[in-house]
Nanobody, 123 residues
Framework: QVQLVESGGGLVQAGGSLRLSCAAS????????MGWFRQAPGKEREFVAAINLRGGKLYLDSVTGRFTISRDNGKNTVYLQMNSLKPEDTAVYFCAAQMAGAASRIHNDYDYWGQGTQVTVSS
């Protein structure tokens, strides 16, 4: 079993930056694929970024060039650096892990989920 805990969310002005962290416990997740998803009020959960076990990355088109996903296997932690934030980035951000080790845009491919952290971007 893997437990995921997100942190780093908060309130920021448009154009600002935040770094989200996802700390895993229970098992070493160095061979897992890791992803970030978000869900805004009244909307479906949306893929944001993912990284596979070899460091290959995928991004949502609208965050490409602004967000960067990375992982530190020694710390069992995945990060999402978010720059040039926009009000439309406002959402609860969730971390997810999949045992297959792939980077996927599909939420059903993930085996474990965190509880989420709120990101609010004011205009």
């Amino acid at each position: 079993q893997v437990q995921l805990v997100e942190s780093g969310g908060g309130l920021v002005q448009a154009g600002g930056s935040l770094r989200l962290s996802c700390a895993a416990s229970g098992r070493t997740t160095g061979t897992y694929g890791m992803g970030w998803f978000r869900q805004a009020p009244g909307k479906e959960r949306e893929f944001v970024a993912a990284i596979n076990l070899r460091g290959g990355k995928l991004y949502l088109d609208s965050v490409t060039g602004r967000f960067t996903i990375s992982r530190d296997n020694g710390k069992n932690t995945v990060y999402l650096q978010m720059n040039s934030l926009k009000p439309e980035d406002t959402a609860v951000y969730f971390c997810a892990a999949q045992m297959a080790g792939a980077a996927s845009r599909i939420h059903n491919d993930y085996d474990y989920w965190g509880q989420g952290t709120q990101v609010t971007v004011s205009s």
